[in-house]
């Protein structure tokens, strides 16, 4: 096959999976980024144990919010503590639990995911669902992980509409498998590079001879910047970006990005760390301007066999990979991370809410500047 003839079959391809009409995801448009190849399912469960689960809460154009959680392995978190680490590329944000995690390096709870003004709900339902699970009969403290991004534009976010109920919901109907994406969940208000953004998800696995190792990252996707998609500059293609029409509103760059990063390699709080900061490098892929007021964290964490905290152990002898096998994973997190943004993007359908219509990434015009690049 000539290159031509080549570029012409992936045209009619990506024409052909646009006009099927089904919600879109970044590799039925040809994008894919990086080397790696995806898990099974391309989504953070492809690492085995996690779990996700969300609620959305919408109520006519006024409510559109919601509670994404994401459970990093089975059993008693709180008895079997997880290695972990957050990074902090830009601290205008509500990220609870940060300090413990980087004093111990380990999470003891769910990890949920929600709006600005709805964390001390989501923390209450954390302590309390935790403080129920068998084994915790004596537990005094309770270290809950909760972020969030800003989602008042499309929801009335001082109506604080979520309650500890929803949250508790969310954990219960965790599962495994393929997960939703889009406006759904956290994501269920949230505006990105100015257009519908919301939950999005990918992964990539390591072949056997880089040590088979899976990686998969989940993002809550409300920022700004000029989005760039497959080297294709979309954002400016589309006259939709950051600083566009002197700081006009509806290109403002503020927002900000939750990335949640599981791997089953065995690895301690600090390569996760190392790891963490490389998630970022994803995030600039796609153009983010991570600006003043735009929150970016990263929370990384191993439910790698052998790698679990016992709270009855006095000496620890987890397995632990060595500094120089973790490059495979630093490319592995990146590439991830760039593709879970494009799926929140894709995936995501036009919202009216609260102060007005917020549109999603028109995909025939994404079809036009991507044939057009090839």
């Known amino acids: 096959m000539n290159k031509v003839t080549g570029l012409l079959l992936a045209s009619v391809i990506i024409s052909t999976s646009v006009v099927a009409g089904e919600k879109q995801r970044a590799r039925d448009f040809g994008i894919s980024p990086g080397i790696f190849k995806p898990g099974v ?10 779990r996700v689960g969300q609620i959305t ?13 994401i459970i990093p392995a089975k059993g008693n978190l709180r008895q079997n503590k997880i290695p972990a680490a957050i990074h902090v590329a830009n601290g205008y944000g509500k990220l609870t639990g940060l300090s413990q995690v980087q004093e111990l390096g380990e999470i003891e709870t769910p990890i949920a995911l929600t709006n600005t003004l709805n964390v001390a709900e989501g923390v209450a339902a954390l302590v309390e669902w935790t403080l129920a699970q068998p084994g915790n009969e004596d537990v005094g403290s309770v270290n809950a992980i909760v972020g969030e991004t800003n989602d008042g534009y499309l929801n009335d976010i001082r109506a604080r509409a979520l309650t500890r109920d929803h949250f508790i919901d969310a954990i219960s109907n965790a599962k495994s498998g393929r997960v939703d994406e889009g406006a759904v969940g956290a994501g269920t208000g949230t505006v ?7 939950i999005g998800t990918s992964s990539r696995v ?30 400016r293609a589309l006259q939709q970006y950051y600083l566009k029409d002197e700081l006009a509103d509806d290109s403002s760059a503020d927002g900000s990005i ?9 690895l301690s709080d600090r390569n996760l760390e190392r790891l963490a900061k490389r998630a970022i490098s994803g995030l600039a892929r796609t153009g983010a301007s991570m600006t ?13 066999p052998g790698a679990r ?24 997190v990146a590439e991830a ?5 494009y799926n929140s993007l894709l995936q995501a359908e036009d919202v009216t809410g609260f102060k007005g219509t917020i549109k999603a990434l028109p995909h025939d015009k994404l079809v036009t500047l991507l044939q057009s690049s090839r």
């Open 309 to 332: 905290r016992r709270a009855v152990d006095t000496i620890k002898t987890n397995p632990e990979l060595a500094n120089n096998q973790m490059s495979p994973l630093f490319q592995a």
């Open 337 to 341: 991370t760039e593709e879970a943004i």
């Open 258 to 266: 939750m990335v949640i990063v599981a791997t089953d390699a065995p």
């Open 192 to 198: 990105a590079f100015g257009f519908k953004g919301g």
């Open 57 to 69: 809460v919408q109520d006519g154009e006024r409510i559109n919010t919601g509670v994404t959680v």
């Open 292 to 304: 003043n007021g735009s929150g970016d964290y990263v929370i990384a964490f191993s439910n790698a």
């Open 206 to 235: 390591l072949p056997k001879n880089l040590g088979g190792f899976t990686i998969g990252v989940l993002v809550q996707s409300n920022f700004g910047g000029v989005l760039s998609m497959d080297g294709v500059q979309v954002g």
């Open 41 to 50: 399912l391309n989504a953070i469960t492809d690492v085995s144990g996690v």
